[in-house]
């Protein structure tokens, strides 16, 4: 029968020091990342009233058109098996012109007639 042998630890094996730097790291990291959020979001703000503006604009065709492409590549995400991640920003765009339409009162009863 064969032995297995044991490896033992490197003598200059110290568990806390590295527990340690990987802690410090991550923080560090994580600071920076806090550090940056305000400006992400503030960005983030801004291209979205230039998304919404820009809906705004839109004819009621075009806005139907636009929601109907949004809600079509999202569906397709939804079942060609995309990540989570995915779906989630393909649904952004479909909330936005949803929004647009809604506040408009186009819906399903202006289409066909």
Known sequence: MAK????APPQDYRLSERVGDATDTLLGAGRSVADLLPGAVGGARGVFGV?????????DEALIAAL??????????FLAGAPRAALALALI???FTMRAAMQRGVGPRSWWS
Do not use: E, V, W
């Open 4 to 7: 297995t042998k044991k490896l």
């Open 51 to 59: 998304a919404s503006a820009a809906l705004d604009d839109l004819s």
């Open 68 to 77: 109907g492409l949004s809600a079509g590549m999202t569906i397709g995400l």
């Open 93 to 95: 765009p479909t909330a």
